[in-house]
């Protein structure tokens, strides 16, 4: 028997017509860093509530900590931390009064979760009687994490814990993660942003309710199975619309400064293509045009393990 920290098999899950979750499955080890990674709408927040009991999987089953999440909820919560994506602390309560509230809930107290929380909410601590309405938003993510912690969870569950927050306050956060993975805390984090992705152990690339694809995200790119070169032009918007017409375009998306254009010739050298794809976009009147092989990251992978559009009848 597996002694993963969570095990999810062939979990299903349905809002009326809206299929949230399709036979989604997968481990997390003990002391892994986890990510969930995918657009809104995806399933990450339904696969988080089922893990945290706050939801019922319509089929499949799901254990973590050893335990099922429909017949030991009761169990399972005194021993997880979860931190949901919007902020759902009491902004009329202050700063200290919320985490005492939490600690109380769990049966202990500040004191006796203050050296694990302390790198955390040491930050905040200055100010412990303001109204938790008042803080900042980085301030806030610090305080619901302090909350998620203060009861010394084995597990941690966090829901897009960095969406709307500042790109110091993320890094700050991530560094603040690494630490405690670094103790021995098992974390399964959601999360829209690729370069937050890149700093955990393995990730689950979702869409649709469906899991795409499980790795370490240095190794996603390694597997991809077209060659890739990265374009830069003046006019982006009339060169991506031309280079989609490009003989053997199999697909072109905006990276940032960027167009990423994967040819359709399997095994094809890169160098060629970038040749061969500079004479073209020079041909269209794109004079400037700069083209170079490239290696795929983990968002050109999503972009092409990502399921075609449904096409609806008219």
Not at 53 to 61: E, F, K, Q, R, V
Not at 75 to 101: C, Q
């Amino acid at each position: 028997m597996s002694d993963a920290a969570v095990i999810v098999t062939d979990v299903s899950k349905r809002f009326g017509e809206t299929e949230a979750l399709a036979g989604v499955t997968f481990e997390v080890a003990n002391g892994e860093l986890f990510g969930l990674v995918g657009p809104d709408g995806a399933g990450k927040t339904t696969l988080f509530r089922i893990l945290t009991t706050l939801s019922i999987p319509d089929a499949g089953s799901a254990t973590v900590l050893g335990l099922d999440v429909v017949r030991d909820l009761w169990a399972i919560r005194s021993r997880v931390g979860y931190m949901p994506g919007r902020f759902s602390l009491y902004g009329d309560l202050t700063v200290k009064e919320n985490l005492s509230f939490f600690a109380s809930v769990f049966g202990t107290t500040i004191e006796k979760g203050y050296d694990l929380i302390a790198p955390i909410y040491s930050q905040i601590e200055p100010f412990a009687e303001r109204r938790a309405d008042a803080l900042s938003g980085g301030m806030k993510q610090k305080l619901a994490l302090s909350c998620a912690l203060v009861h010394r969870p084995e597990i941690l569950f966090l829901d897009e814990p960095t969406t709307g927050v500042d790109a110091v306050s993320r890094r700050e956060f991530w560094d603040q993660l690494q630490t405690l993975r670094s103790s021995g805390l098992t974390i399964v984090v959601s999360t829209p942003y690729m370069d937050e992705a890149m700093r955990c152990d393995r990730v689950a690339l979702m869409q649709g309710g469906r899991i795409l694809e499980i790795d370490p995200p240095s190794e996603i790119g390694t597997r991809y199975p077209l060659p890739i070169v990265a374009v830069i032009g003046a006019e982006r918007y009339k060169l991506l619309l031309s280079l989609r017409d490009a003989p053997h375009a199999h697909s072109v998306y905006p990276f940032g400064s960027e167009l990423h254009f994967t040819d359709d010739r399997a095994g094809f050298d890169p160098v060629t293509v970038a040749a061969e794809l500079r004479e073209y976009a020079v041909s269209k009147g794109f004079k400037d045009v700069e083209v170079k092989p490239m290696e795929a990251g983990i968002e050109d992978s999503f972009m092409e393990l990502m399921p075609p559009p449904v096409q609806r009848a008219s």
